[in-house]
């Protein structure tokens, strides 16, 4: 094959990547909840976090090496990404899963963290984005369908003060960090770029998790899956796409597919009779979904 006819053949794939990029990523972020639920009963969770940051770093690292990456060409890039790093990886997931191992319901942190959207779109202004009433109108009716649909797992029993701070604190820190990424380095090589933040958010989440938590790891099954997940599919495969997406697009037009998550993971195990109410849970996920191209302020078509 000619190096002309190979030319066209590869920008196909990208185009390919790019147009399954945002189901895609909706799919394996949606994993998150559910491999937060099962680790809280393996490990601490700062701990779980801690091996989650390193094992990915040993997965990147010989993708950087074997493919020659470039690494921040500055100081000020590499300190630039680090903090968008602490921000979106130690600050939201420890808020996700400490929030989760205090006892809070996979239903509450994922209304709370659907709110992402809500808070990104105030914040646009910060970094030249502007949202219009169409937009706002997709805001609304996707929060009001996050909210049809966890409602029937939120339990508020015995809910703490310190989970639910846990839980906003999250929220506050990926919008942050989204916002921060978008603005300061949104191009970087992600194999070397992503290496930079999990060891930034390593070194900034293991002292917390020397003088707080002292409870072992139990090595059984359930955590190697646990931790294989994490890093493989999400640390890795669903944070590539994320800032794939954030490097394309506007941060509030990105930020719109969290609106997607929390439904799809409710509806992972299928619209069944098991579930309690599964039409309730289906016309829920529908309206997030019909929302998102108000939200993106464009065709039904059209991707954000």
């Not at 074997?66 to 903090?83: E, T």
């Not at 003060?161 to 990424?181: N, P």
């Not at 309730?280 to 929302?291: F, I, K, L, Q, V």
């Amino acid at each position: 094959m000619s190096s002309h006819s190979a030319a066209p053949a590869v920008a196909a794939g990208d185009s390919l990547l790019i147009r399954a990029a945002p189901a895609l990523f909706v799919l394996l972020w949606s994993t998150g909840f559910i491999v937060a639920k099962l680790g809280a009963a393996y490990a601490p969770p700062l701990t779980f976090l801690e091996w989650r940051y390193a094992l990915a770093m040993a997965v990147l690292a010989p993708m950087i090496w074997l493919g020659r990456a470039r690494w921040p060409a500055s100081r000020m890039q590499a300190a630039h990404i680090a903090v968008a790093g602490v921000l979106v990886h130690a600050g939201y997931l420890a808020g996700v899963w400490g929030a989760v191992a205090l006892g809070m319901s996979a239903g509450l942190i994922a209304l709370i963290v659907g709110l992402q959207p809500v808070l990104t779109a105030l914040a646009g202004p910060l970094i030249g984005e502007r949202v219009g009433a169409r937009q706002w109108l997709g805001l609304g009716l996707g929060f009001a369908g996050v909210a049809l649909v966890a409602a029937n797992k939120i339990a508020v029993a015995g809910l703490t003060a310190s989970a639910l701070l846990l839980g906003v604190f999250g929220l506050g820190s990926i919008t942050a960090g989204t916002l921060y990424q978008k603005r300061f380095c949104p191009h970087f090589d992600l194999r070397t770029g992503t290496f930079v933040q999990y060891a930034a958010s390593f070194a900034v989440t293991l002292p917390f998790a020397l003088v707080l938590e002292d409870a072992p790891m139990q090595w059984e099954p359930g955590l190697y899956f646990a931790l294989g997940w994490s890093v493989i599919v999400l640390s890795v495969a669903a944070i590539f796409l994320l800032f794939l997406l954030i490097r394309r697009g506007a941060a509030t037009r990105v930020v719109s597919l969290f609106y997607l998550t929390p439904p799809t993971t409710a509806l992972m195990p299928g619209c069944s009779s098991r579930n309690r109410s599964p039409g309730r849970r289906c016309s829920g996920w529908s309206w997030p979904s019909s929302a998102s191209p108000w939200w993106c302020g464009a065709e039904p078509h059209r991707q954000c």
